[in-house]
């Protein structure tokens, strides 16, 4: 399946092949018809691959125009990446090595679509590769580290394509897709595969596959959606989808890998990243989107969750601060149910020495 030349439906659909702008085979007459009728109410999630869409400033596209150029600086790759006419391996199959590669243009959209074709395979049998893939959309770029090969503690959000299970006693796939959202305060536990500042996430087999390999990132109105397509299919599938995210503009995407006892080669073959047009209200459009501070709106912190073998989460164990609380509790409980049997026990005493 070629990755160039497709364009989507509506909403999280079927991605067909054929030119941009044209359906494939093409609609009816009573299919064009429904989709003009649909379009005023569906143009907020439509993302068909159109030209106007595409944001060319932050996408990778073959033949690389503008990586690592000083005429083009759009893209800048450092460590291990190497370019060639076809993909930008960030690792070669090799131990100990890291690489990545970031847009050197800030990205000032407030909603956004992002399609990345990528590639992870090698020569490592079951359990004896890693260690994967991240995607970034983050404050800094370019500054290497322990985190796929990117620094710790960042400003932004984080995808994790991790394909080694560091835990050992964990229950979960691999591999494994992750989402981790970051103000700088949090730092990512390799020992524990990120779980405790994880947010959400799915199995995902996407090494050593025969076929093309993609996956989607929609940020719009504070809702997070990651899909991939593994299946050679066509078809994209649900893997994370998170409501009350908080990202600013003007941080940057990138892509890094990075391999230690265990290695695989880590490719990227695209990026694309499209706007999507989303009317916002007067109040949101007033928001100063630059000063927004990565967050996410939760009832509970995922330190407080673990995995269970389907992806889902579900309760941890009780936290100290959480054993206080529900002694707390239990004691205020006692005393006024205490204070409470007193009284009756007292009233009880004066009725009865009214009949003597």
Request: glycine share 10%; hydrophobic share 35%; aromatic share 12%.
């Amino acid at each position: 399946m070629a990755a160039e030349g497709w364009f989507w439906r509506w909403g999280w659909g079927r991605r067909c092949l054929g030119r941009p702008r044209l359906p494939g085979p093409g609609p009816g007459p009573a299919t064009l018809v429904h989709i003009l009728l649909l379009l005023g109410s569906v143009a907020a999630d439509i993302t068909d691959g159109n030209s106007e869409h595409l944001k060319r400033e932050h996408s990778l596209i073959k033949p690389y125009q503008g990586v690592g150029s000083s005429s083009m600086p759009l893209w800048d790759f450092q460590g291990s990446t190497m370019l060639t006419s076809q993909y930008v391996r960030l690792t070669p199959d090799e131990r100990s090595k890291e690489g990545s590669i970031w847009n050197h243009q800030p990205c000032f959209l407030k909603d956004w679509e992002m399609h990345v074709h990528f590639k992870v395979h090698g020569t490592g049998k079951k359990n004896l590769h890693g260690d994967g893939i991240a995607l970034w959309y983050t404050r800094d770029r370019l500054v290497p580290g322990p985190v796929f090969g990117s620094k710790d503690n960042f400003h932004g959000l984080a995808i994790f394509l991790d394909t080694y299970p560091n835990d050992e006693t964990t229950e979960r796939v691999f591999p494994y897709i992750s989402v981790m959202v970051n103000n700088g305060s949090l730092s990512y536990d390799h020992s524990k595969d990120g779980r405790w500042t994880e947010l959400a996430g799915c199995t995902a087999d996407f090494r050593n596959r025969d076929h093309d390999t993609f996956l989607a990132v929609r940020y719009s109105r504070g809702r997070l959606t990651v899909m991939t397509d593994l299946e050679d299919k066509n078809e994209w599938k649900n893997c994370i989808d998170i409501v009350g995210v908080r990202l600013p503009t003007g941080y940057y995407f990138g892509a890094s890998a990075g391999t230690g006892d265990l290695s695989d080669n880590h490719d990227i073959i695209s990026i694309k990243l499209f706007q999507l047009m989303v009317e916002h209200t007067p109040d949101e459009e007033n928001i100063d989107w630059t000063k927004i501070e990565p967050g996410v709106n939760f009832f509970k912190s995922p330190k407080d969750n673990v995995d269970d073998p389907t992806g889902n989460f579900r309760s941890g164990p009780l936290t100290g601060w959480r054993v206080f609380l529900l002694l707390l509790c239990a004691l205020l409980g006692i005393i006024v149910c205490a204070v409470v049997g007193a009284v009756v026990f007292q009233k009880r005493q004066e009725r009865n020495k009214r009949f003597y």
